[in-house]
């Protein structure tokens, strides 16, 4: 068994992913990192305690030539990492220049502890048929990648697609049961994240959730805010990942639990992490851009991590219902959301 949930409230669970490189207690968020210019520093990460982080095999194939590197000697990081396999770029691009096969193989011999297949992602902006293609496509490489991935130990995700297409989500969610994948994972919302469309998203999480094998993790790509992170564990996610906390800093953005506000409008830091215990706000925008950059970024990563430390402790006392309910008055479009988990309770 590589996922073990000991602890359930509604539908999400407190469980530990096992891969070669540790364990990850869920819910747990994988921050994107940059395999040239990561800042904050790996270092930093580890301090404030994330156990893994996500970067992109694509990326790192292309700077190494395609040439096999151990990726945690040339990260020098022991703990595990999760890669994409270029979906993003997919959906951004059109098209990546490896296939399906190349990119699993390589994820496979460097040697990542979580690998994602190269799928299709359906976005925002497809048409109904097209998109019906891509979870056609989705499935097929996912098939495609079997033969190569079965005798290995590590964790292999099948994204989901389809969305925000209800009916091919189902369709995508129903098939992948016939596919002996350890993980799976829901792609294309970060249009949806950035509109504050977080009902939809929501909704999405819950149907595939109640169509996928239950006792598999799901993960949620692009899910970077801790607004939004209680409700889609409570209808049934597991992992996210985001370059949120780093996105954010760079346009000086300040993340707090109910929403996020630009530093020049602070005069002072509603936080009592290591960085807004040093700084003051206007310390902060006194100094000079990267470094600013970096300390925001870090006081983000510390939002993120107190947001998954306090959903686990909701979970706990059986308080998770309460704390939806709390969050829902803080924010309109948290509202709609809690109103999309009313509407599933009693499968909850």
């Known amino acids: 068994m590589y996922f073990e949930p000991r602890e359930y409230e509604l539908a999400g669970r407190i469980g530990k992913l096992r891969t070669r490189h540790g364990v990850i207690e869920t819910p747990f968020l994988f921050p994107v990192v940059d395999p040239v210019r990561q800042a904050p520093g790996l ?4 301090e404030i305690g994330y156990d893994g982080f996500i970067t992109n095999a694509y990326l790192f194939y292309k700077r190494n030539n395609g040439a096999v590197r151990s990726i945690h000697q040339a990260l020098n990081w022991s703990k595990p990492i999760m890669t994409d ?67 290995s130990d590590q964790v292999w995700v099948l994204p989901i697609q389809g969305s ?13 049961w016939r596919l002996p994948y350890q993980m799976y994972a829901i792609g294309s919302p970060t249009l949806l994240l950035e509109k504050y469309e977080y009902r939809v998203i929501v909704e999405l999480t819950a149907l595939a959730k109640l169509h996928l094998p239950p ?4 993960h949620v790509f692009g899910v970077g805010h801790p607004m939004i992170i209680p409700f889609l564990v409570a209808v049934g996610a597991d992992f996210f990942d985001s370059a949120s906390y780093i996105l954010y800093a760079r346009d000086g953005r300040y993340m707090t639990e109910t929403g996020t506000k630009n530093i020049s409008d602070l005069t002072y830091l509603p936080c009592n992490c290591p960085v807004c215990s040093r700084y003051s706000a206007e310390e902060l925008k006194e100094l000079g851009s990267r470094e600013r950059e970096e300390l925001l970024a870090t006081h983000n990563l510390h939002v993120l991590m107190k947001e998954l430390r306090n959903v686990k402790q909701h979970k706990r006392e059986g308080r998770l219902w309460e704390l939806l309910e709390y969050r829902s008055k803080s924010h309109p479009s948290l509202r709609r959301a809690f109103h999309v988990v009313r509407k599933y309770r009693d499968i909850l």
């Open 43 to 46: 270092n930093v990460l580890h």
């Open 164 to 176: 925000p297409y209800k009916d091919l989500l189902v369709r995508s969610s129903i098939q992948a």
């Open 215 to 218: 006792d598999r993790p799901l």
């Open 85 to 151: 396999s270029g979906g993003y770029q997919v959906l951004v691009y059109g098209d990546v220049e490896v296939d399906n096969k190349t990119i699993v193989e390589y994820e496979k011999n460097i040697g990542v502890d979580i690998g994602v297949i190269l799928d299709v992602p359906t976005g925002s902006k497809m048409t109904w048929e097209e998109a019906l293609k891509a979870v056609r496509e989705t499935y097929r490489r996912a098939a495609e990648a079997l033969p190569l991935i079965m005798d």
